[in-house]
Structure formats: C-alpha cells, structure tokens
C-alpha cells in the first residue's frame, strides 16, 4: 500500500529544492543535465501537477497503487532478456513483450515517485539489451515478410520501441552522458534503422504495421532529438523501390505509389468522420500508436499542429471507434477482428484519456474512464482523473450512426442503427486493405451486446502458440474472409470479387440513403455494383419500433438485378436452439459438406426443406431470449441447416449454425426478411414469456425500380406499409406513388406508416 498522504508531504517539501529529474553524481560530474526530459509523455509540468496531487484523485492514485504493486514484484524477480526463439505466445515472445511494459511503467513510476530504484532498474535492463543487440541476428522464425531480431516481426520490435522510448525518456537524465551515447549507438539507432532502413517492405506502406514502425523510429527519435529519424517516421524513406510482387503476411500487396510515413497512415487509413479502413480491430490496435506519437509529437514539437492534421481526424477516430462498439463496450468484428477485443483494452485506455485531455474534453469520455477504472500514469490520466473527482462525468450515448470510408469519405461505409436495445451493423464499405473480407452489404445484429445474428470475424488464436504460433489460421483465408461465411448474398458459390483482394481492392458499395432522425425507424440503404459481373445489389435495412411489438424489430430488403440467370445463396447465422419452424426438414444420417471451395467445404449440411408458404419462419433460443426470422419465400426455394466446421481436423473453426435460402435459376430476385426480438424464458421458474412471433405475414405489395413496398401484417391483423425509395433517394425529394388504388405522398427516403 502507498501511504500517498506521506508522499505528498515529502514531494512537496523536495519541489522546492529540486527539479523534477534527479541529477546522480556522474551527471553532477559531465555537467550534461538535459532540461528538455521527460517531454515525450509525461512532461515536466506534468510531474510536478501529479505530485501535488497525489491522495487526492481516486482513479489515478489506485492505478499508481496497482501499476506500483506489479513492478516491485519484477523488480523483486530479476532481469531476464532471454535470446529470441518463438513465435507469439511462446516464453522468449512474451518475456520481451511484458519487458517493454515493465519498462515503460518503471520509468513512469521514478519520475512520480522519485525513487532511484526503478530508474537503475531500467537502466540495467537497457544495457543488457545493448549487450545483447549488438551481436544479435535476425529472429529465427522465418514466417515473417519482414523478421524482426527480438520478435519474429518487425511488428513486435516496433511494440517494443514504442513503449520503451517512453522508458528511456523518463530516465534519460539519471543516465551519464557516456551510457545514453552507448545505448543510442548500439541499441536505438540500429534497432530504428533495422524497423525503416533495413525492413522497407515493413516500414514503407500504408498499414498498421507501418504506423507502429512510424511511431517506434519517431518517438524514438524525439527522445534523442534526431531529426532525421522524426522526418524518417513522419514521411518514410525517400528514394527508395520496392518489389511489386512482394505480399505481406496477410496477402495483401505492399504499398507502391510512394506514400509512407506516420502523415500517410494519418491521411489514407482514415475517413473524414474517423473511421479506419481495417475495422475497428485493427482501429484498436493502431490507436495506441497513433496517439501516443502524436501525444509526444504535441509536447515535443508543438508548431506541427498534429492533433489539426486532416482536420482533427485522429481525435474524432476515437469518437467513431467508442461508436463502433456494442452495449458491452465490444468492438464489432468487422473485417478480421477477434470477438470480445473492447474498449476496456489499454489502447483504448490510452485513447480515452488522450482524447479527454487534448480534445475537446466531453464529459462522455469521464464516464467511459470511470468503468475502465483506471488511467494513464501520465498528464492525460491526471486530467482525466481530475475530471471524475471533479463530478464532470456524463454518460457516453450512443446513437444511430454513419461513418464515411476512404481517405475523403467517398468510399463506401459503416451504418449502426440503433433503437432502443437493438443494434444493427451494416457494412458497405471498401476492401478493409489486406485485412478485408469479401462481404459487400453484409450485416450483424445485436441485443443488449449479446449476437442474434453474427459476423463471424477472424479465425485466429491470438497469441495462443499452439494455434498456427497465434498467429492468422489458413482458414481465416478458406473461410472467414469468404463472402458465404457473412450475412449477405453469395451468387453460383463463388465469393464476391472471386476473392481476390486485387480485385476487391479497386471498388467500393455505395451509399443510397440514411436515416436516423425519427426515432421510431432507423433506415441505411446501399448498393454494390461489382462484386459480381452483371449484378447489382441494393440492400435496405431497418430498425422499425412499433406499438404493436414487444420490441424494435428488423426489417431487411435485399433488391438483386442479373444480366443472366443465377444460383442465390442467401444465409443467417444465428445463435442458439432452435425453437420451432413452420416448415418441414430432414436430416440427413451421414453430414457431407454443402461445396468444395470458398467457404463451402467448411459447411456441414444438417438439413433441407422445400419452402412450403410464402412466409417461412424460424425460431430459435438464445440466453433467455426468443428471436424469429420470418422471411418470403416461393415453392422453388430451398431451405437449408448448415453448421461450420467441414474440412476442419484441427478444430480451429467454432461449431456454429446458420440458417440459409437457396434460391436457384434466377435472374432478377427480392429478399425480404424481418427478424423479431420477442420474449424470454427463465430456467429458474421454468416459464416461457411471449415466445412466439407477433408478424403473421410479409408481403410485396410493389416492386419496380424506383420503389419497393412491403406490407407487414401482425397476429392481430393490423398492417403496416414500408415504402424504400430504389433511385432517387434524397431527403428532400417528393414522391407521389399509387398501390392497389391508394395514394402516398411523402418526402424522403422512405415512407412507414
């Protein structure tokens, strides 16, 4: 336990009689005392206001308290800086990994606490890095495009800098004159030089990779006020020619025209309203980077504007990425993202706190922190907690959203519509870089953060060494980036853009309307013209809240025009037992995968039907609570159960369900399908509440190419219209249309009543 109420007494007393770095007798001796240190991060001002606050802020006080707890037990166990072996998740991996954390936070906690332990604790460290740097091989992983020497990528030993750099600056002037010249010349410039000069298929593109290089070089750099390292990592390296052919790790092709640097991974990944072409896993990710170079880009270099660059992107990014996070604060798995990464992550502890103290301090921002429960050892997380001591909280809210793609926001998108607790994703966004899959309108729904229908999202075993070394699955390629693996339309099984990012790279859906201002109907409509040659594909989804349901239910029009006559595979993936359907099945004795490629022979076929009504309905059960889809459907259609994991001996794929139309020899289609949210079922009481679905029938009542209207008729027999405008969509047009006899008139995108 910190007696913080003793430390302040005594912090006060020494302010008045030293500055906020200690000099030890060998920099007493050269005389070569840096003023500047620590500036990266932690700033000199910053110490001293954290000091003079310390027992007095909650949140920042018991995050010192733990922070403390767990670098007095390294400290206790010794240095270890074994020689690199393994791939992500083994020992020498995670050893070095946890080293840069442990560093990072000692130096924070000398400049706070002022306690000569945690500075020669690492100082000593660093030099048996030097030591070892210095004759130290490339790693002997050879997985890797671009091998690093303590990690088997470049991608680790720029982690590894990242935060290491901020070590070094906390304790750069308890360092003589003659141990900073030694670790700069045979650790930090040769380990930037190796991240830049040495690994330009690494450092010289525009991709998460590059950005956390960008930042290792640049920070770095800052600390030893190398200017030609901090123009290195802010525009990459001149004059220098890559191998066309050359892929990354992930299969995508490395960046050719020319942009690289920490600005171009600013000005490309990023759209105007913040959102990063990856996703949003990949978004978490490169935050940390992102910020905390800018972070000590502001401190140190103030007159370039950083946080104004692109008119304020990297902080409105931290706005759109809290919005692309379900009620449980997860981040939504678009493209390869890994379920339950949220922002209770320290990335996002690092982008909440920067964000609240040099951005426009919302109050929303407070109330994230506070169920984070803990803060940057730093000016940001001082202010952060002076925030919430202060009472400044205010609930983060959000609301139906939609967030732009591509460098100018010209590039497709993401829509979150939100009523009430449910949550709607819809993505008709670009490529997503190598990182992309090819699911062009595809969709996820959500309850309370809990899936009703899910994005599978990546096939990885993060960091778990005996999945693949954690590293990406060759079923992450076979099947989670496959179009049939998503809740969209897949044409004569074949995926969109026939897979290839080369392809998929080069196009992006576009937008046809969005609509969030009646709170009762939250509408995103898109369109995609290339993912397959001669279709097109127009999708409208909405989240419709009526006083005749339980709950906000979800509306989906899939519009699908054909120069030719095709076979439309049409899936939902849904979580749970299944209920009841209205429809019969069979199963077969001995399960056979439904195809034989992309995707398909990961797909165990379970059960076939022939649709049987005009309406056909599933329900099913999933953590106490009723779902059903109701979807139109004509006697030609073939329903099918699938579940994944075909082709699959090592189990690396999960074994879940999906629910999927098959509708074949056709050239124009609709589908059209609400999904109910309804009920509940206790096991302790053992009662079933409203489990059955409340719609009676779906019905087109109207399809040309302007406009398509749907007529929903629930238990009771009242009907509701919903008209979607195909062509001319914009808010303030005026359209005047008759359906059996009836007039309607309204202005808009839709029309609901």
Aim: aromatic residues 12%; negative net charge; contains cysteine.
């Amino acid at each position: 336990m910190i007696r913080f109420k003793y430390y302040k007494i005594i912090l006060l007393t020494l302010s008045l009689v030293f500055t906020s770095c200690k000099e030890t007798p060998a920099q007493k001796d050269s005389k070569t005392l840096d003023t500047k240190h620590p500036s990266l991060i932690l700033t000199q001002q910053g110490v001293k206001d954290i000091r003079a606050q310390l027992g007095n802020i909650p949140i920042f006080d018991k995050t010192l308290e733990k922070v403390k707890a767990e670098i007095d037990a390294e400290i206790a166990l010794g240095i270890e800086t074994p020689i690199p072996v393994d791939y992500s998740g083994g020992y020498t991996h995670v050893r070095h990994k946890s080293n840069m954390v442990v560093l990072q936070q000692a130096g924070v906690l000398y400049q706070i606490l002022d306690d000569e332990k945690y500075a020669k604790y690492v100082k000593d460290m660093l030099m048996q890095y030097e030591d070892m740097y210095k004759t130290l091989p490339l790693h002997p992983k050879t997985r890797s495009y671009a091998r690093g020497k303590l990690f088997w990528q470049c991608l680790n030993d720029s982690n590894w800098l990242v935060y290491v750099s901020q070590a070094y600056d906390c304790i750069y002037n308890y360092l003589s004159e003659e141990e900073r010249n030694t670790l700069e010349t045979n650790l930090f410039k040769p380990f930037a030089d190796h991240i830049s000069i040495d690994s330009p298929q690494f450092y010289q593109r525009v991709h998460n990779h590059s950005t956390w290089g960008n930042a290792a070089v640049g920070m770095i750099g800052l600390v030893m006020d190398d200017q030609e390292l901090i123009d290195r990592a802010l525009y990459g390296i001149k004059d220098l020619k890559l191998d066309t052919n050359e892929k990354d790790d992930d299969g995508g092709f490395l960046n050719k025209d020319g942009k690289a640097g920490f600005l171009a991974n600013i000005e490309e990944p990023f759209s105007p309203d913040g959102y990063y072409n990856e996703g949003p896993y990949y978004q978490r990710y490169a935050m940390y980077p992102f910020l905390i170079f800018a972070e000590g880009l502001h401190n140190v270099k103030p007159e370039l504007k950083i946080f104004e660059y692109k008119e304020g992107v990297l902080l409105k990014s931290i706005n759109a990425l809290l919005n692309l996070s379900d009620a449980d604060g997860d981040f939504f798995p678009l493209n390869d993202g890994q379920k339950g990464m949220s922002y209770y992550t320290d990335a996002l502890v690092t982008a909440v706190d920067i964000s609240y103290h040099l951005g426009t301090q919302d109050p929303g921002l407070l109330s994230i922190a506070k169920e984070q429960d803990r803060v940057l050892l730093d000016d940001s997380g001082l202010a952060v907690a002076l925030g919430i001591k202060n009472g400044k909280a205010e609930p983060f809210t959000k609301k139906s959203i939609n967030l732009s793609d591509g460098p100018n926001g010209t590039q497709g998108g993401v829509a979150i519509l939100r009523n009430e607790d449910i949550e709607l994703v819809f993505k008709y966004a670009a490529q997503g870089s190598s990182h992309g899959h090819y699911d062009k309108l595809s969709y996820s729904l959500y309850e309370k953060g809990e899936e009703i229908l899910q994005d599978y999202g990546l096939a990885r075993f993060v960091n778990i060494e005996q999945k693949g070394g954690g590293n990406y699955l060759k079923e992450n390629k076979t099947w989670a980036k496959q179009t049939i693996a998503h809740n969209t339309v897949t044409q004569n099984e074949t995926s969109h853009f026939n897979g290839k990012y080369e392809i998929g790279s080069q196009h992006h859906s576009v937008l046809n309307y969005f609509s969030s201002e009646n709170e009762a109907v939250q509408v995103a409509s898109a369109k995609e013209s290339n993912a397959y040659l001669g279709t097109e594909m127009l999708r409208i989804m909405a989240i419709i809240k009526d006083e005749d349901f339980e709950k906000p239910y979800m509306l989906d029009i899939m519009k699908v025009t054909s120069n030719q006559a095709n076979k439309y595979d049409f899936p939902y993936y849904f979580l749970g037992q299944v209920i009841q359907t209205n429809f019969e099945y069979r199963a077969p004795e001995t399960l056979k995968p439904l195809g034989t490629k992309n995707g398909y022979q990961h797909l165990f076929l379970e059960g076939t039907a022939k649709a049987s009504s005009e309406n056909s309905k599933l329900s099913w059960l999933n953590k106490g609570k009723f779902y059903t889809l109701t979807t139109l459907t004509n006697t030609n259609d073939e329903l099918l159960f699938t579940r994944i994991g075909a082709n699959d001996p090592e189990f690396n794929l999960r074994r879940e369900a999906a629910f999927m139309l098959r509708r074949e020899n056709t050239k124009n289609t609709l589908f059209v399908s609400t999904i109910e949210a309804h009920g509940s079922y206790s096991p302790v009481t053992e009662s079933a509440v409203n489990s059955n679905s409340s719609i009676k029938a779906l019905e087109v009542v109207l399809n040309t190419e302007e406009y398509t209207a749907i007529q929903i008729t629930n238990i009771n027999g009242n009907t509701k219209l919903f008209i979607t405008t195909n062509t001319n969509a914009s808010k303030e047009a005026k359209h005047y249309l008759k359906i059996n006899d009836k007039n309607y008139e309204w202005s808009g995108s839709y029309y609901f009543k």
